[in-house]
DNA sequence: CTTGACCTTGCCCCTAGGTCAAGGTCCGAC
DNA sequence: GTCGGACCTTGACCTAGGGGCAAGGTCAAG
C-alpha cells in the first residue's frame, strides 16, 4: 500500500496532480488509513501511468476520463486518431521551425509568395532598403484591407515594372529621397513623370495608385516615411 | 490603416488575441479614429506576426516581450535556442508516440525493463494470465516502495525460478487457483512446498517472500485475488 | 430607419495544475 | 518522551492564453 508521495514519485507527477485527478474523477479516490491519509494500490498505479501516457500526448483530462471507461475498440480507435494527431503535431512543429528561421531577415513571413518574389525583384534592380521596406508595408495594408484586389494590383505593378522607361523613373524616384527639396532635378522628374502617365494613362486614370508614390501614399501614416524632397515631388505632380 | 478586425484576420488571432497582447505590452497600443476604435499600421501587422510566430513556437508571450525589445545579437542566439528546444519537443513526441503504442497491450509502462522481462518469461513457462498480473502488481507494489529491495529481490526470484522443481511448484500454485478447497492435491502440494523450503532455506528464512505465494501476499489488498483453494493452502502452509 | 456586422470595455470561465498557508502525522535520533 | 524534519490533509488563490458573453456604440447598405 502507497501513499500519494510514493505513488507520484513512481508515476513521475506531483501528489498535487494526483488530488487533481481525484477531483476530476480520473482516478477513484482510495481508501484512507487511520490517520486519514490516502493509500493506494498497484491498481492506481496502473491507472495513473495510462492517465500520463495519454495527457502527456496531449489528450485533455476530460476526454482520458471518457477513453479509461471506454470499451477495447474505441480505445483502440482513440488511441489510433491520437497517434495520429502526434504526427500531425510533429509536422506542425517543423513548419513552425522553418517559420522560425524566417523571422531572421526574412520578409516571406509577412506579405503573400508572390508580393515576397516581387520585393525579391526590385532588390535585384538595385531599389533600396528603405524603399522596399515601404513598398513591403504597403502591400501589407493592400493585402489586409482586399486580398483579391491586391493580387489585380500587383499583377498591373508588375506589368509597368516590365517597361524600362518605367523602371527608370521608379529608381529615380527612390533616389530623389534624399535630395534636397529644392534640387533642380526634382521639376524636372516631375515633368518625366506626368509625361510618362500621359502616355500610359489607360489605366491609371482609374486607378491612380499606381504612380510610383504607391508606397508614399500607402505609409502616408508611418512618421518619417517622406522626405522634404518627396513632398516637394508630391507638390509638383499634384500642382499642374 | 487597419481595424483591429482586419489585423486579426490577416495574422490568423482573433481581435481578442490581439488586446490580450495590449494588455500584456506586447504590442502597443495603437492610435484612436474619431469613434475610438484602434487603427493600425504595417509596422502592428509586421510586429503581430512576428509574435505569433513566437507563439506558436511556444515561447511564453512574457518571454516574447523581452524578445521583441532586445538587440540583433540576444534575438538571434534566442532564436537558436526556442529551435533546439523545439526540436527536443519533436523528439520527446516520437517517444510519446512509442509509449502511446505499448498502451495497447503492453506492460512494460509500468515495471521496470527488468521485472517485464521477467514477466515475459513467466508467459513463456505457461504462467496464467491472472497469476501475471499478480506479480506485476506485486513487483509495482514493490518497486515503488523500495526499488533497490525489489532488484534484489527480482534476482533472487529468478535464481528460484531457475530450479526446475520449484518452477514445478509454481506452476501448480498457479494452477491450484481453481481447485475446489477440498481437493485432495492441496494437502500434498503444501507438503511438497514446504519440504522444498526445508532443502533451500538459506536465504528464505530471512526473507519470507520468496515463496511461491509471493503474488498472493502483495496483492491481498485487491479484492478477488485470492480464491478458496489458495485461502486453503495458506492455511496448510501456516498450520503446520 | 432598420439591420447586420463591426467595434468598445468589463467580467467570468477554462485547463492543468503550482504555490502558499495552517495545521495533523510519522519516524528515527537524542 | 520528545524533537526535528519529512510527510500528509484541506482550502484558497495564481498562472497562461485566451473564449464567451453582456451591454452598449458605430458604420454602411438597403
Redesign the interface.
Known amino acids: 500500500?502507497?501513499t500519494i508521495g510514493?505513488?507520484a514519485?513512481?508515476a513521475g507527477v506531483t501528489s498535487k496532480a494526483i488530488r487533481h485527478y481525484h477531483e476530476r474523477g480520473l482516478l477513484p479516490e482510495p481508501g484512507r488509513d487511520s490517520s486519514g491519509y490516502r493509500r493506494y494500490?498497484?491498481?492506481d498505479?496502473?491507472d495513473l501511468?495510462?492517465i500520463r501516457?495519454?495527457a502527456?500526448?496531449g489528450v485533455p483530462l476530460a476526454r482520458i476520463k471518457d477513453l479509461l471507461d471506454a470499451d477495447s475498440d474505441a480505445?483502440?480507435a482513440a488511441?489510433a486518431e491520437?497517434?495520429h494527431n502526434?504526427?500531425d503535431?510533429?509536422a506542425q512543429?517543423?513548419r513552425?521551425?522553418d517559420?522560425?528561421?524566417q523571422?531572421?531577415g526574412g520578409e516571406r513571413?509577412?506579405v503573400s509568395p508572390e508580393v515576397a518574389d516581387y520585393l525579391d525583384d526590385l532588390r535585384e534592380l538595385g531599389v533600396s532598403e528603405r524603399q522596399r521596406c515601404l513598398e513591403?508595408?504597403?502591400w501589407?495594408?493592400m493585402?489586409?484591407?482586399s486580398p483579391e484586389d491586391a493580387s489585380l494590383w500587383l499583377a498591373e505593378k508588375r506589368e509597368l515594372m516590365a517597361d524600362p522607361e518605367f523602371r527608370v523613373l521608379y529608381l529615380e524616384h527612390d533616389a530623389a529621397y534624399e535630395w534636397s527639396p529644392s534640387d533642380p532635378r526634382l521639376p524636372a522628374l516631375a515633368d518625366r513623370t506626368r509625361n510618362w502617365f500621359a502616355h500610359h494613362d489607360s489605366r491609371s486614370e482609374t486607378r491612380p495608385v499606381h504612380n510610383p508614390a504607391i508606397a508614399r501614399l500607402?505609409?502616408q501614416?508611418?512618421p518619417g516615411a517622406s522626405s522634404p524632397a518627396w513632398d516637394r515631388l508630391t507638390q509638383l505632380l499634384k500642382g499642374q
Open positions: 500500500m502507497l510514493q505513488l514519485d513512481y494500490t498497484a491498481k498505479a496502473v501511468v495510462k501516457t495519454l502527456n500526448a480505445l483502440t488511441i491520437i497517434d502526434l504526427q503535431r510533429m512543429l517543423g513552425i521551425r517559420q522560425l528561421a523571422l531572421r513571413l509577412f513591403r508595408d504597403g501589407i495594408l493585402q489586409t484591407a500607402a505609409a501614416s508611418q
